[in-house]
T-cell receptor, first 113, second 112 residues
Framework: AQKVTQAQTEISVVEKEDVTLDCVYE???????LFWYKQPPSGELVFLIR??????QNEISGRYSWNFQKSTSSFNFTITASQVVDSAVYFC??????????FGAGTRLTVKP | SQTIHQWPATLVQPVGSPLSLECTVE??????LYWYRQAAGRGLQLLFY??????ISSEVPQNLSASRPQDRQFILSSKKLLLSDSGFYLC???????????FGPGTRLTVT
């Protein structure tokens, strides 16, 4: 069965600090997809990234970077030089073709000025 | 391009009153449709999903129900709301594979 674990419930950092949000997943399928979503105070889920199980290449997008490691079943998300606008709840999710999307419990990130 | 709408955006209802939340998708055909609930400070819980008109699967037994009267319309209902029904309700759609879901803006429901 699919499972996504975000062990960090809340993280608080000071602006300009780097922060890493952890995500560990479980699946029996060899084909699967991993996602990160951002949920700002407005509530809408904002898509950040999707990776498929065959592509372990790490990705960088501006201040955001993602580290996908199949050996440890992890898909961690790092924000470099955090800003107050990064304050939000971040969800990691896993889906399989023809299956459901499972979300982690979310990590609430607070960036203080 | 595809868009997904939800209304109302916010709703305050007394305990015991009925509920009807609507979700519509534009720009795609035969989508899979999903209802999620997020209680305050909690993660997302899948409530219902539908792969076609009249086809509803329930993930969690509760006093809520869902219906899909049209291909791109998904309705979440309750005959009598409970305090525990308060939360943020998100509708989502995906293509037939269900690999990636696209979320609506959500409805914030407060039951008083």
């Amino acid at each position: 069965a699919q499972k996504v674990t975000q062990a960090q419930t809340e993280i608080s950092v000071v602006e300009k600090e780097d922060v890493t949000l952890d995500c560990v997943y479980e699946t029996r399928d060899t084909t699967y997809y991993l996602f990160w979503y951002k949920q700002p105070p407005s509530g809408e889920l904002v898509f950040l990234i999707r990776r498929n199980s065959f592509d372990e290449q790490n990705e960088i997008s501006g201040r955001y970077s993602w580290n996908f490691q199949k050996s440890t079943s992890s898909f961690n998300f790092t924000i470099t030089a955090s800003q107050v606008v990064d304050s939000a709840v971040y969800f990691c999710a896993l889906s399989e073709p023809w299956g459901d999307m499972r979300f982690g419990a979310g990590t609430r990130l607070t960036v203080k000025p | 391009s595809q868009t997904i709408h939800q209304w109302p955006a916010t709703l305050v209802q007394p305990v015991g009153s009925p509920l009807s939340l609507e979700c519509t998708v534009e720009g795609t055909s035969n989508p899979n449709l999903y209802w999620y609930r997020q209680a305050a400070g909690r993660g997302l819980q899948l409530l219902f999903y539908s792969v076609g008109i009249g086809q509803i699967s329930s993930e969690v037994p509760q006093n809520l129900s869902a219906s899909r009267p049209q291909d791109r319309q998904f309705i979440l209902s309750s005959k009598k709301l409970l305090l525990s029904d308060s939360g943020f309700y998100l509708c989502a759609w995906s293509d037939i594979t269900g690999v990636e879901q696209y979320f609506g803006p959500g409805t914030r429901l407060t039951v008083t």
